[in-house]
């Protein structure tokens, strides 16, 4: 699995402090697949138990492994200026058009 930031995303991203990022589905209701998924700033670069970090051309995300059918094998986080929010797609499609950081 490949995760690359665009330069959007990094300018955005290269003013905050933290050193990984971390992508989570949350699953919830009776609905088939995730009905929304978290970014959240990380301040330690490690995985947990049932996690995996993932090297990419910016800092690392952790995912974790149980959610690993969610996400597609090559995905990317933007950064839209005019929605003022960071976004997650693969090269097919928009996994989630609003993602907001969590700190």
């Known amino acids: 699995m490949t995760i690359t930031f665009t330069n959007a995303a990094i300018d955005q991203l290269n003013t905050e402090d933290h050193v990984a990022f971390q992508l989570n589905p949350s699953l919830g209701g009776c609905s088939i697949g995730a009905d929304w998924i978290t970014f959240k700033a990380l301040s330690a670069k490690e995985a947990g138990a049932g996690e995996k970090?993932?090297?990419?051309?910016y800092k690392p995300v952790v995912l974790g492994t149980k959610h690993e059918a969610f996400f597609k094998?090559?995905?990317?986080?933007d950064y839209s200026n005019k929605?003022?929010?960071?976004?997650?797609k693969s090269k097919s499609e928009i996994l989630s058009p609003h993602l907001p950081l969590e700190k």
């Open 53 to 57: 970090l993932v090297e990419t051309n």
């Open 83 to 88: 929605k003022n929010a960071f976004m997650l």
């Open 73 to 77: 094998e090559d995905m990317i986080i």
